[in-house]
């Protein structure tokens, strides 16, 4: 489905596969300036961005890929790890032609956007980011039900159970992310997988959650970034954390406190009352805050105004 009125779909082969992307706004298939590219997480798919984009779409050439494996893009047999994703991405942000880019990040879809910065700092231009892995967590900031959940993914048998028999991920922790998640909408985000093979990148990416520095090359990675972030070659690129009321885990008000006090041209902005998958809940308060920042740092993003 398309994100909003005049929005393109576009697939495009990558390395082994393809990625499906929606594509709008001015400039739309050019490559003057930097395009704005909104990154989901898991288990959802560019959809997520669907009341979200029209609010840049008048600024700036968008695009909201689907994550390999996910929404309406390939699934080759690979492992879906991160670093597997981040190929992925290098490779279609290198396809579709993108030199610099402005990142809209959501969960893992903002991890990769921080990543990618900084491995590629000179073609990112600046990050926008709600509930996303800001830095490594521990196991003692989830609530009780959380780390019985995630506990529960990350064990061998169980986790697939769970995930790949009980489609728990579209099921269970979709909906209770999500303030109103409706018939239809729900419809959308289950229907890329309706077999156990499908959901192979669902199970994978809560294993990929650095909980006390595990798994190792995943927690290396996350360090990275936030060292980069903090740094002073990255204070040149603007950066954008919003965040929820009573935010949890990743998007709790010590983690924010964090990132507030340790990242370079760092803004934070409150987006009000939301579960995890907030593009959903607030996509005008996300909107408004994304569009907003774009307008007031028009000079180094270089976008219209």
Same mark, same amino acid.
């Given at each position: 489905?398309?994100?909003?009125?005049? %929005?393109?779909?576009?697939?495009? #082969?990558?390395?082994?596969?393809?990625?499906?992307?929606?594509?709008?706004?001015?400039?739309?298939?050019?490559?003057? +300036?930097?395009? =704005?590219?909104?990154?989901?997480?898991?288990?959802?798919?560019?959809?997520?961005?669907?009341?979200?984009?029209?609010?840049?779409?008048?600024? $700036?050439?968008?695009?909201?890929? !689907?994550?390999?494996?996910?929404?309406?893009?390939?699934?080759?047999?690979?492992?879906?790890?991160?670093?597997?994703?981040?190929?992925?991405?290098?490779?279609?942000? !290198?396809?579709?032609?993108?030199?610099?880019?402005?990142? *809209?990040?959501?969960?893992?879809?903002?991890? &990769? $956007?921080?990543?990618?910065?900084?491995?590629?700092?000179?073609?990112?231009? +600046?990050?926008? &980011? =709600?509930?996303?892995?800001?830095?490594?967590?521990?196991?003692?900031?989830?609530?009780?039900?959380?780390?019985?959940?995630?506990?529960?993914?990350r064990t061998p048998g169980k986790g697939e159970e769970m995930v790949l028999r009980d489609n728990m991920f579209i099921e269970f922790n979709l909906p209770h992310g999500i303030a109103h998640l409706s018939p239809?909408?729900?419809?959308?985000?289950?229907? #890329?997988?309706?077999?156990?093979?499908?959901?192979?990148?669902?199970?994978?990416?809560?294993?990929?959650? #650095?909980?006390?520095?595990?798994?190792?090359?995943?927690?290396?990675? *996350? *360090?990275?970034?936030?060292?980069?972030?903090?740094? /002073?070659?990255?204070? $040149?690129?603007p950066k954008l954390v919003m965040h929820v009321d009573d935010g949890l885990g990743m998007g709790s008000a010590g983690v924010v406190a964090w990132a507030r006090e340790t990242f370079t041209s760092v803004e934070?902005?409150?987006?009000?009352?939301?579960?995890?998958?907030?593009?959903?809940?607030? /996509? !005008?308060?996300?909107? %408004?805050?994304?569009?907003?920042?774009?307008?007031?740092?028009?000079?180094? &993003?270089?976008?219209?105004?």
């Amino acid at each position: 489905m398309s994100i909003s009125t005049g %929005t393109r779909t576009h697939t495009t #082969p990558v390395l082994d596969s393809f990625m499906t992307h929606q594509e709008t706004g001015p400039g739309s298939g050019s490559g003057d +300036g930097p395009a =704005v590219v909104f990154l989901h997480g898991n288990p959802t798919s560019s959809y997520l961005w669907r009341g979200v984009v029209p609010y840049v779409a008048e600024q $700036a050439r968008v695009l909201a890929p !689907d994550l390999i494996g996910m929404g309406a893009s390939g699934k080759p047999d690979i492992g879906y790890r991160f670093a597997d994703h981040a190929r992925y991405l290098d490779a279609w942000l !290198d396809a579709v032609g993108l030199d610099e880019v402005v990142f *809209v990040g959501h969960d893992w879809g903002g991890a &990769l $956007a921080m990543d990618f910065a900084a491995r590629h700092p000179g073609r990112v231009r +600046g990050l926008a &980011l =709600v509930e996303t892995f800001l830095r490594p967590l521990t196991w003692v900031e989830l609530p009780p039900l959380g780390q019985e959940l995630f506990r529960g993914f990350r064990t061998p048998g169980k986790g697939e159970e769970m995930v790949l028999r009980d489609n728990m991920f579209i099921e269970f922790n979709l909906p209770h992310g999500i303030a109103h998640l409706s018939p239809e909408d729900h419809d959308v985000y289950r229907a #890329p997988y309706p077999t156990e093979a499908s959901r192979k990148p669902l199970l994978v990416w809560p294993r990929e959650i #650095p909980f006390d520095g595990e798994p190792a090359d995943v927690h290396a990675r *996350v *360090v990275a970034y936030g060292q980069w972030l903090s740094s /002073p070659e990255s204070a $040149a690129v603007p950066k954008l954390v919003m965040h929820v009321d009573d935010g949890l885990g990743m998007g709790s008000a010590g983690v924010v406190a964090w990132a507030r006090e340790t990242f370079t041209s760092v803004e934070t902005a409150n987006i009000g009352a939301a579960g995890h998958h907030a593009p959903e809940d607030q /996509p !005008d308060a996300i909107g %408004t805050a994304v569009s907003d920042w774009l307008r007031r740092h028009a000079d180094v &993003l270089t976008m219209s105004v």
